[in-house]
């Protein structure tokens, strides 16, 4: 509740780390963050919106009440956060197969691979892998023939080409789908 907007979002993002193995931090905090996801700051949104990605990687169900707003931060005016919350959201992609927001969570992903951002672009690719849909692979399709092998992120701790996670995301959908079709 701290007034400065930097004091708030690097609580976040410590509890986002230390919420993954302490639930009982996690039951006490859990409501008040995505209270955190509709903050006047930027900041603190994206940094909100990791903190449940961080969280939810081992405990999706806590965050289901989190969707709306985590959707909503898909349309943010900073990139930045569309791209933290895409990633929040492929942390609970579980959850989001069996809600009933899937298909306009899964709309919208889609349409962030047109984003002039690389960071939005490869988290709304990696989202769309984890959550599955099929409806996700042509539009992957397409973004992997555009995609440069000069494009890079940072992601998983690491530099990685674009073109990479965009393949991976099109064998995950086709791996869920093949699971799924038994």
Known sequence: NDP??????AAALSIGYIGRSN?????????????????????VR????????????KNPNLF?????????LLNDANPDVQAWA?????????????NKMHTRIVSKLIEM??????FTRICATETLGK????????PLKKLLDKETEEIVVFKREKWIKAKDIVKEAIENIKNKNRISNF
């Open 64 to 72: 289901s009440e989190a969707l709306e707003k985590l959707l909503v």
């Open 113 to 118: 691979l047109e984003s002039p951002f690389p």
């Open 23 to 43: 639930p009982l931090l996690i039951s006490q905090v859990s409501s008040r963050l995505i209270e955190m996801l509709t903050d006047s700051d930027e900041y």
């Open 86 to 98: 895409a990633d929040a959201l492929g942390s609970l992609a579980n959850v989001i197969r069996k």
């Open 46 to 57: 994206g940094c909100t919106a990791d903190a449940i990605g961080n969280i939810g990687r």
């Open 4 to 9: 400065d907007a930097n004091i708030r979002g």
């Open 131 to 138: 959550i599955g849909d099929p409806s996700a692979l042509n």
